[in-house]
């Protein structure tokens, strides 16, 4: 088992750029998400999802989109990169169906810097 | 509103000595209750969680948590750290949406 992965690890853009950050996971969780961390402020949550084909607004939405088109991907689109959006990103997922149904396991990030 | 506070930003501990990170929580229901680390560039791990029963819960790593209600705290604690600990602490607390609510994070640094 993989776990839950991310692809790229890094990644360096400039501003008004695009990209897609992608995340996997091989656990069969429903349930997936994506954060930011910022030094100081903790994990933000940007989107999430409860199953394929949902996504749903987390506290720090805009600027991003998110799809769930299959239920092991769970993708983050920046559409135009700001400087502010430099962080370091997290996808998690969990499985409601589970004793643990709150505990998320994470991906081991992606560090994103807009120039 | 639901949130999470871990009122220390930074904690130095000297190698062997005992620990406790502080966290305190404002939830109106039964709280979900759990502790993350997170090592120097890496994902975070969960360590342990409370969701029932025993207050006081183990998790990996040496690492315990005891849950007081009437204080609105869930503490962790180590009775002997090691040099191998020095990473940063989360607490959380889930919601009723699967969500996690989450800390600003702990920085623990062990002096030798």
């Known amino acids: 088992n993989a776990g839950v992965t991310q692809t790229p690890k890094f990644r360096v853009l400039k501003t008004g750029q695009s990209m897609t950050l992608l995340c996997a996971q091989d656990?069969?969780?429903?349930?997936m998400y994506w954060y930011r961390q910022d030094p100081g402020m903790g994990l933000r949550l940007i989107h999430y999802s409860v199953g394929e084909g949902t996504t749903a607004k987390g506290e720090v939405p805009d600027g991003y989109n998110v799809s769930r088109l299959k239920k092991q991907n769970f993708l983050l689109g920046l559409e135009s990169a700001a400087p502010s959006q430099t962080s370091v990103y997290f996808c998690?997922?969990?499985?409601?169906?589970?004793?643990?149904?709150?505990?998320?396991?994470f991906g081991p990030g992606t560090r994103l810097t807009v120039t | 509103a639901q949130s999470v506070t871990q009122p220390d930003i930074h904690i130095t501990v000297s190698e062997g000595a005992s620990l406790e990170l502080r966290c305190n929580y404002s939830y109106g229901a039964t709280p979900y209750l759990f502790w993350y680390v997170q090592s120097p560039g890496q994902g975070l791990q969960l360590l342990l969680k409370?969701?029932?029963?025993d207050t006081l819960v183990q998790g990996i790593k040496g690492f315990e948590a005891e849950f007081k209600r009437s204080q609105s705290s869930f503490n962790l604690r180590k009775p002997s750290v090691h040099w191998s600990d020095a990473a940063e602490y989360f607490c959380a607390v889930g919601n009723s949406n699967y969500q996690l609510i989450w800390g600003a994070g702990t920085k623990l640094i062990i002096k030798p």
């Open positions: 656990m069969n969780h429903e349930y």
């Open positions: 409370y969701f029932s029963g």
């Open positions: 998690a997922s969990s499985d409601p169906g589970l004793a643990g149904y709150h505990e998320q396991y």
